[in-house]
């Protein structure tokens, strides 16, 4: 398998080149030649597959690069019982007639980027140990994604994580999460000021290219296609769930930011499973809805950005967008780097709403959309609780509310689990009055001796830490 760049340069890449790098040379995103399909037959032989099983014939599809054999035992390394929990990894649960919720949050950090980041931790590993290369990642998080990365790398050899996150903005449990991890290749920075200077400083120190290249800096960011692929393998393993044959089709919500996991379930509609809708659920940050109901893609500044009681949905720009648009517009790159470097750079929006490529994001592509407030969340997480007995997080809120407003008779709607409710006590008390249930490995985690250091929001005090941490 081949990839290509949504803007249209000419150079292919293959996996493994592409697995430790950003974006593609032209400022656009990686995406396969084509979706290899899957039949009728391919999906009954691969029901009965565990986990691990699946996620090896999946990924097996779009990485040639990496013989079979050790291909099979990063994925049964990655996807196990110890690390998620469960022997399903993904246990699908019946919510109300026809409304399923598929757990994806039993990852060591309780959110599902931890169904991705775990599998990049075990690539990340070997790929560096087959070039003898080392890798220094550095990040900036307000929460999920950088507390994923560190127990995904946490003792990998040849990688430094270097994760900067604004000091004293997280929730305890969050910063707790993280600065209780006492491994050695793990470096947490806690900056003076907000996620912003956090991430500004993240770019300045990319763009110095020569710091880069000498301190070997990469990203583990979302648009990082072997983290989109890994997700693509929940999907399928949610269909098998919900049905008991490969002749019904299902739909998915999912809750989203920045069109990563939703992009998975984009492909994997288009390696043919029988999915029906694809429900884009936002909060109150609603690029996504708006676009799907208007046709215009408005990216919003960091003032007209809202902190939300679902902050992991907080964006201001979909950074996975341009994929799907690619796909949108036939896979015409002029048209995709026209729409993201010329109209969206010169305007801050595009606008394909008198464009006849707009209507088939519904009828080919199945997308729909809803949009939440905090009022909302807090609505259905009572209604859940008290009607179902069951406890979900701010972000799953989200998702249950747009999928009830896209349920069609006969179609199981499967509501992607994307963090556990111990996550966002504060909201949940907010609602219900009281804590949520805390899994036995979390208890006292506040007390742990904490390893992090503070910096001031100034791109030269983390490159000398980073200078002096790696040798
Ligand atoms: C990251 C995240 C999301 C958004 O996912 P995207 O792939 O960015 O769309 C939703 N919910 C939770 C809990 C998250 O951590």
């Known amino acids: 398998m081949q990839y290509l760049s949504t803007r249209g340069h000419p150079e292919r890449r293959r996996f493994c080149e592409i697995l430790l790098e950003g974006l593609a040379p032209d400022g656009g995103l990686y995406l396969p030649e084509h979706y290899p399909k899957i039949d009728a037959a391919q999906l009954a032989k691969w029901r009965g597959l565990s986990y691990a099983e699946l996620a090896f014939e999946v990924l097996s599809l779009y990485i040639d690069d990496i013989p079979a054999a050790d291909l099979k035992a990063i994925c049964a390394k990655t996807y196990t019982e110890e690390v998620f929990g469960t022997p399903d990894i993904v246990p699908l649960r019946e919510l109300e007639d026809g409304v399923y919720i598929e757990a994806l949050s039993n990852g060591p950090t309780l959110a599902f980027k931890d169904m991705a980041m775990q599998l ?23 929460g999920d994604t950088g ?4 127990y995904a790398m946490r ?45 500004d400083i993240v770019k300045a120190v990319s763009n110095d290219l020569a710091f880069k290249r000498k301190y070997k800096i990469g990203t583990v960011n979302s648009i990082n296609w072997a983290r989109l692929l890994a997700q693509v393998v929940y999907y399928f393993a949610g269909y098998f769930q919900a049905t008991a044959t490969n002749d019904k089709p299902v739909s998915f919500t999912v809750p989203s930011g920045n069109f990563g996991n939703v992009c998975a379930g984009h492909v994997a509609r288009m390696m043919g499973l029988p999915i029906r809708t694809l ?9 996504l809805d708006e676009f799907f109901r208007t046709g215009v893609y408005r990216v919003r500044s960091a003032a007209d950005t809202h902190e939300t009681s679902s902050p992991s949905m907080d964006i201001s720009k979909a950074s996975n967008f341009e994929r799907f648009i690619f796909d949108l517009v036939g896979r015409d790159a002029a048209k995709s780097r026209g729409l993201f470097e010329g109209e969206l750079g010169r305007t801050g929006q595009f606008d394909l709403s008198s464009d006849p490529v707009f209507a088939k994001a519904a009828s080919e592509f199945g997308f729909a959309s809803s949009r939440s407030t905090h009022a909302d969340r807090l609505a259905t997480i009572r209604d859940t609780d008290k009607r179902f007995a069951t406890l979900i ?61 503070k910096l001031p929001a100034d791109v030269e005090a983390v490159k000398a830490y980073i200078a002096k941490h790696c040798d």
């Not at 990340?124 to 220094?136: A, D, K, S, V």
């Not at 429900?279 to 690029?287: G, H, K, L, S, W």
């Not at 809120?397 to 409710?421: F, Q, S």
Request: proline letters at 6%.
């Open 155 to 199: 003792g990998k050899k040849g990688v430094r994580v270097f994760m900067t996150s604004p000091d004293g903005r997280m929730s305890p449990f969050q910063q707790a999460q993280m600065f209780s991890l006492q491994d050695e290749n793990i470096h947490n920075i806690a900056v003076a000021g907000v996620f912003d200077d956090c991430q």
């Open 279 to 287: 429900v884009v659920a936002t909060n109150e940050n609603d690029v």
């Open 393 to 453: 997080d701010t972000h799953t809120a989200d998702g249950l509310k747009a999928a009830r407003e896209h349920l069609v008779p006969g179609v199981p709607m499967i509501v992607l689990e994307t963090a556990l409710p111990i996550k966002f006590a504060e909201t949940i008390v907010e609602a219900l009055g009281h804590e949520p249930d805390r899994p036995a490995r979390f208890q006292g985690i506040e007390e742990l001796p904490k390893r992090v250091v």
């Open 120 to 142: 990049l931790g075990n690539l990340f590993e070997y790929e560096l140990g087959r070039r003898g290369e080392q890798l220094n990642i550095l990040g900036a998080t307000s």
């Open 147 to 150: 507390s994923a990365a560190e």
